[in-house]
């Protein structure tokens, strides 16, 4: 049986978060070149906010670098970004956001879809 969560676990995640969002992308893009690598990586990504733009969920770090948020190509995994838009506001700036990369292959650009908000006090699952 799994112990509960304390705040300094919360703190570990939180430390790995990845502040730089080019830096992981950078990353992420190198992996994919690889035959045998996980085409779908997951990081933690710490994010300076997450908002609605037009029709599309972004997260933004603190030099601006931004990504989008989808479910699309995903159909494995239950639908998480609309669940984004029923969090208390709070939840929307300066967390960690575990997500999933996947590179959409018709516009060549890396998404994300969310699977967790870690705060310092608790953490938002988003999907199973």
């Given at each position: ?96 956001l575990i997500a999933r990369f ?27």
């Open positions: 049986m799994p112990r509960p969560l304390e705040p300094k676990d919360l703190a570990t995640i939180r430390k790995w978060g990845q502040p730089d969002f080019a830096a992981v992308v950078k990353e992420v893009k190198s992996h994919l070149k690889g035959p045998l690598s996980d085409k779908m990586p997951i990081h933690a990504l710490n994010f300076k906010r997450l908002a609605r733009l037009g029709d599309a969920f972004i997260a933004e770090d603190a030099r601006g670098e931004r990504l989008v948020m989808t479910d699309v190509g995903m159909s494995e995994e239950p639908p998480s970004v609309h669940l984004l838009s029923l969090l208390p506001k709070d939840s929307f700036e300066g967390h960690t996947r590179h959409d292959l018709d516009t060549r650009k890396l998404q994300i879809k969310p699977l967790s908000i870690v705060t310092a006090a608790y953490v938002i699952r988003l999907t199973l």
